[in-house]
């Protein structure tokens, strides 16, 4: 991969690969955690509406214009990041480039178009509510980044985004997306010189600088919180802040957290638990990586029966990681087993190169596979200990717990 930029302050991160295919789009530097109080949701309701005309195009013809050629258009929204990029055979290269840029740089967010999309955002909150085992992690969040900018769900609510205007979509994009906090990233078989040349003919427009800089999260204070929801099942989640994706550690991070509960069969929480007990169906850890701050947890759901019993498990397992350092062998086999999952995750080019461009876009480098390889095998168990007993602090933990209502 290589990174470049052009006066104007917009990154380009370049990575050859012999496809058929081209991914090709903008990671802008701007999320929910950018949104003043009186717009909580704009940041996705924005992502939406970035498809629904521009000063030369209406919501149809920006649909068509790549659909008709068999590619996609995608964008999602992050608390740090939007992202809107596309999937194309590699002859329409220049045309999925160019219309990338016309519905980043000139969307004009027509009023009928808001309030389209504003319900179909009702909608989806109401999805987002029926589904418990996903709703509580943005609701732990919530009670871990309290009266913070990180500390509100990314849709919005109901009555925030019924207020929003065209204005405001047009207000929130001039002082967010702003050429400094952009980087347009490609990954197929176009050649550097030409990828260049396309990026300097369509992207490259005049220089706007950010203004604002992003506040901190408040103080951490832990939490217990016991919710009754209309649920059958159980659900918990226990965290802890941690690492943020700028720190120099975070591959330890990752290799503590994908033995304890990584996605394999075999990690300690899914083997402790689900394998040797069957009191859960789910059980994992994970971690949510900000610019400064990070997120730690573990979720399970069970029956309400189980769930002490599965509480004092997991603690026993992070208590076994804290007070005991792992064999050197042990830890090589650990270590194999995420450079096979990193591996097998590269060849799902479109992860591989959202990933990248995030990283690219906040830490302003890129990052190769064989680097990050060289950074886990550095790791001692030593380490592994020390951040264990850092993370799995007890009297730090933030616990959410949706029970079933009491008859």
């Known amino acids: 991969m290589k990174l470049t930029s052009f006066?104007?302050?917009?990154?380009?991160l370049?990575?050859?690969?012999?496809?058929?295919?081209?991914?090709?789009?903008?990671?802008?530097?701007a999320g929910t955690r950018d949104e003043w109080t009186n717009e909580y949701g704009i940041a996705h309701l924005i992502e939406h509406l970035l498809f629904k005309g521009t000063n030369k195009r209406n919501s149809l013809q920006i649909i068509k214009r790549l659909e008709e050629v068999g590619g996609e258009l995608n964008a999602y929204t992050t608390k740090e990041e939007t992202f809107i990029y596309a999937v194309v055979p590699h002859k329409y290269t220049e045309r999925a480039i160019e219309l990338l840029s016309d519905i980043v740089f000139n969307s004009v967010f027509p009023e009928?178009?808001?309030?389209?999309?504003?319900?179909?955002?009702?909608?989806?909150?109401?999805?987002?509510?029926?589904?418990?085992?996903e709703l509580i992690f943005d609701e732990l969040e919530d009670l871990m980044f309290t009266n913070s900018s990180l500390g509100h769900n990314i849709l919005g609510t109901k009555k925030s985004l019924s207020k929003i205007n065209s204005s405001d979509c047009i207000n929130f994009v001039k002082r967010c997306y702003t050429t400094d906090n952009m980087l347009f990233f490609l990954h197929g078989s176009i050649d550097e010189n030409k990828f260049l040349k396309l990026t300097q003919k369509h992207i490259c427009h005049t220089a706007t600088k950010r203004e604002f800089s992003r506040n901190s999260p408040n103080p951490y204070l832990p939490q217990t919180v016991v919710c009754n929801k209309n649920t059958s099942q159980t659900h918990c989640l226990i965290g802890n802040l941690t690492l943020s994706l700028s720190d120099n550690n975070t591959s330890s991070l990752t290799l503590l957290n994908n033995i304890?509960?990584?996605?394999?069969?075999?990690?300690?929480?899914?083997?402790?638990?689900?394998?040797?007990?069957?009191?859960v169906y789910a059980i994992d850890s994970s971690l949510n990586l900000y610019s400064d701050?990070?997120?730690?947890?573990?979720?399970f759901g069970c029956s309400e029966s189980n769930y002490k019993k599965c509480i004092e498990l997991i603690y026993s397992e992070l208590n076994k990681l804290t007070n005991k350092t792992i064999p050197d062998k042990q830890l090589e086999r650990y270590k194999q087993q995420l450079y096979g999952q990193i591996l097998i995750n590269y060849q799902n080019k479109e992860n591989y190169i959202l990933s990248s461009a995030k990283i690219a876009l906040h830490l302003n480098k890129a990052v190769s596979m064989e680097r990050t390889f060289e950074q886990i095998q550095q790791i001692r168990p030593e380490e592994i200990q020390t951040l264990a007993s850092q993370l799995f602090d007890n009297k730090r933990f933030t616990t959410l717990k949706y029970q079933k209502y009491s008859e």
């Open 14 to 29: 370049y990575s050859y690969d012999n496809s058929p295919v081209v991914y090709c789009g903008f990671a802008i530097n």
């Open 112 to 133: 009928n178009q808001i309030k389209k999309e504003r319900e179909v955002i009702f909608e989806e909150i109401e999805m987002y509510n029926d589904t418990p085992s």
């Open 260 to 279: 304890l509960g990584g996605t394999s069969l075999t990690s300690k929480l899914n083997l402790a638990i689900r394998e040797r007990n069957g009191w």
């Open 293 to 299: 701050v990070g997120v730690w947890c573990i979720y």
């Open 7 to 12: 006066d104007n302050g917009i990154r380009l």
